[in-house]
């Protein structure tokens, strides 16, 4: 018997195809960011307000992952922005390769900001590098307090956390605080914002600090 | 399920570094993976066979590490072990950590049973 020893990383591919990503959004200067979150946490309500509120200040591109249907790319389009849907037929991820044959029919050309709304699946995405700048979770309040403690990956792959349905909380055993003390126990480098797709309340924030790291990275 | 993914990237991986038509004397493969990583190694070691029968590797099988989550305080610079994936140093309560290991997916080795053992 003989052992051939490799050491190498199982993802190792999508991993290069991502570095391939990387670099061709680093040339274009896109700031990139991967939007990840369980399904019907809000990431299209929030990617809605976030281009209606940049609109004019920051230009956007926008690729849709789903595992059926073009329903999200249809809501992003009325925005007038380019959207390119990634339908995964199953799949309950996206992976570096989709993402980069989604932006070859792109024209990165004078887009700032490339918004990838992946899969909606709290577990698989945490471990595909698409090529983004930061993952970027999405929690809503109606999913509970715990789940940076449930799926802690998710949570310490990200770099910033939006809390989405803060109008809700007068009705749900949720509370802010607890939800923030555990997603930073997981990861204490978090930065977190809380919002409203329905009062607006905190969108302004949340864009502000959108719209200066896209500055920074021009 | 990524772990379907995963199974066939193990797959590739294997094609990549053995011959065709050495494919069939692959015993066990090695892999190290992270208590935190994601990844279930019931389903893991499920999509390996289900993807591998009828096929060289039908009698390979996965020999899998967990590697527990543990982080490096970069205040207080203890380590500490932490089952649940918590960054926060238990000694200090400092956020300012670095993951030491828990988070791998990684393929160590392939064993290779000897042409002779096997091919009678």
Same mark, same amino acid.
């Given at each position: ?218 | 399920?990524?772990? =379907? !993914?995963?199974?066939?990237?193990? &797959? +590739?991986? /294997?094609?990549?570094? #053995? ?5 069939? $004397? ?30 060289? =590797? !039908?009698?390979?099988?996965?020999? &899998? +590490?967990? /590697?527990?989550?543990? #982080? ?5 610079? $203890? ?42």
């Amino acid at each position: 018997m003989s052992v051939l020893t490799i050491e190498r990383k199982v993802l190792k591919k999508n991993d290069e195809i991502a570095r391939r990503n990387r670099e061709l959004f680093r040339q274009n200067k896109v700031f990139v960011v991967n939007l990840v979150s369980s399904p019907g946490s809000g990431k299209t309500s929030l990617l809605e307000k976030t281009l209606e509120r940049l609109r004019g200040r920051v230009r956007v591109a926008v690729v849709e992952g789903d595992v059926q249907t073009d329903l999200d790319a249809k809501r992003v389009a009325r925005f007038n922005v380019p959207v390119v849907q990634i339908v995964t037929n199953g799949g309950c991820h996206l992976e570096a390769q989709l993402v980069e044959d989604a932006v070859a029919t792109m024209d990165l050309s004078g887009i700032q900001l490339l918004v990838i709304e992946n899969v909606g699946n709290l577990v698989c995405p945490a471990n595909y590098d698409l090529g983004e700048a930061m993952k970027i979770v999405v929690a809503s309040t109606t999913e509970g307090d715990d789940k940076p403690l449930k799926y802690p990956p998710m949570f310490r792959n990200a770099s910033v956390l939006v809390i989405n349905k803060i109008d809700l909380l007068p009705y749900l055993n949720c509370t802010i605080a607890v939800l923030k003390e555990n997603a930073l126990r997981v990861n204490p480098k978090l930065t977190v914002f809380e919002t409203s797709c329905r009062t607006d309340a905190g969108i302004s924030q949340w864009c502000d600090w959108l719209e200066e790291r896209v500055g920074k990275n021009a | 399920m990524h772990e =379907l !993914s995963i199974a066939q990237n193990v &797959i +590739e991986t /294997v094609k990549q570094h #053995i011959a065709e038509e050495d494919l069939w $004397r692959v015993g066990s493969i090695t892999m190290r993976i992270g208590e935190l990583g994601g990844v279930m190694t019931d389903s893991l070691e499920f999509c390996y066979g289900a993807l591998t029968a009828d096929t060289p =590797l !039908s009698t390979s099988s996965l020999r &899998i +590490e967990r /590697v527990p989550f543990q #982080i490096e305080c970069l205040e207080c610079h $203890r380590s500490s072990l932490n089952e649940r994936g918590f960054a926060v140093c238990p000694f200090c309560g400092s956020g300012n950590t670095k993951i030491l290991s828990g988070d791998e997916l990684h393929i160590i080795a392939i064993e290779l049973n000897e042409a002779a053992e096997t091919n009678i």
